[in-house]
């Protein structure tokens, strides 16, 4: 089984800073991407930030510029150092793996969610 455990997540005041973290563990094979998504009461889950492999970074409009997406390899984890924080980033942070497990094609993940709230 596999296992993405997150952690970080919590209440903040507008203009502060978190460090959200996602530990994969188990049968999870050779891990490709990782990214964090979130989602916001009523909305839809929209992508955060996204790292690939060979450490290639993509982020959302909105991230850029105030969160920074990292990859340790050797722990199969991935943080994410949000900062200047404001009311609209809250939401609940979802982990996300892409991975290739020994036999048989890639596999999407998702951790279980942690909450952000920050207030104003």
């Known amino acids: 089984q596999v296992q993405l455990v997150e952690s970080g997540g919590g209440l903040v005041q507008a203009g502060g800073s978190l460090r959200l973290s996602c530990t994969a563990s188990?049968?999870?094979?050779?891990?490709?991407?990782m990214a964090w998504y979130r989602q916001a009461p009523g909305k839809q889950r929209e992508l955060v930030a996204h790292i690939t492999s060979l450490g290639s970074t993509d982020y959302a409009d909105s991230a850029k510029g105030r969160f920074t997406i990292t990859r340790e390899y050797a722990k199969n984890t991935v943080y994410l150092q949000m900062n200047s924080l404001q009311p609209e980033d809250t939401a609940v942070y979802y982990c996300?793996?892409?991975?290739?497990?020994?036999?048989?094609?890639?596999?999407?993940?998702w951790g279980q969610g942690t909450q952000v709230t920050v207030s104003s």
């Open positions: 188990g049968s999870i094979g050779s891990i490709n991407a």
């Open positions: 996300y793996v892409n991975s290739t497990p020994r036999i048989g094609a890639r596999r999407n993940y």
